[in-house]
T-cell receptor
């Protein structure tokens, strides 16, 4: 089965530093998403991206966050100045359409620890 | 925001037992999905439900989309060790909008 690939699997950073989390969505997919999961809590939607622009974002996705599709294969999440509360598992996901019966594929996640 | 509450929060069962968990919401969802998450992994889709009242099976798993569109349940029959993990329900409010609202999760532990 095709896979969404995320790198790195773990990222440790100092508070205030910038981090970039990388994702390679499935190759023919058009819709891309970031979700996060704070330890022991539920998965929360951050942002969706289609046709080179953000289509929806949550309250969590404030000015410190940005997303980019710099080339034909990568999809990145940047946190400009990390805070302690940004520590979480960040999941990238992709789908080929927004049809209701279209499957959303999740990556294995990047565990971000902000010290 | 929308909240999906799952119960129970955790379950400890013997191998071979059946499992039942449910998910309720104060808001209507037009699609209900059930995911399983293994440690250190992303959620994997188990079952998707698209119509109120729909009952769908996937092997030993059966899920139903509640008539009110505000709830769903998942049953696992004859549990096996690899069923261990966290089960999340997720809902989509708008057709054509893939944003998922996840439930609070049910942690399943199987006692040998």
């Amino acid at each position: 089965e095709p896979e969404v690939t995320q790198t790195p699997s773990h990222q440790v950073t100092q508070m205030g530093q910038e981090v970039i989390l990388r994702c390679v969505p499935i190759s023919n997919h058009l819709y891309f998403y970031w979700y996060r999961q704070i330890l022991g809590q539920k998965v929360e939607f951050l942002v969706s991206f289609y046709n080179n622009e953000i289509s929806e974002k949550s309250e969590i996705f404030d000015d410190q966050f940005s997303v980019e599709r710099p080339d034909g294969s990568n999809f990145t999440l940047k946190i400009r100045s990390t805070k302690l509360e940004d520590s979480a598992m960040y999941f990238c996901a992709s789908s080929s359409t927004v049809a209701t019966n279209e499957k959303l594929f999740f990556g294995s996640g990047t565990q971000l620890s902000v010290l | 925001g929308q909240q999906l509450n799952q119960s129970p929060q955790s379950m400890f069962i013997q191998e071979g037992e059946d499992v039942s968990m449910n998910c309720t919401s104060s808001s209507i969802f037009n699609t209900w999905l059930w995911y399983k998450q293994d440690p250190g992994e992303g959620p994997v889709l188990l079952i998707a439900l698209y119509k109120a009242g729909e009952l769908t099976s996937n092997g030993r798993l059966t899920a139903q989309f509640g008539i009110t569109r505000k709830d769903s349940f998942l049953n696992i029959s004859a549990s096996i060790p690899s069923d261990v993990g966290i089960y999340f329900c997720a809902g989509q409010q708008n057709f054509g909008n893939e944003k998922l609202t996840f439930g609070t999760g049910t942690r399943l532990t199987i006692i040998p």
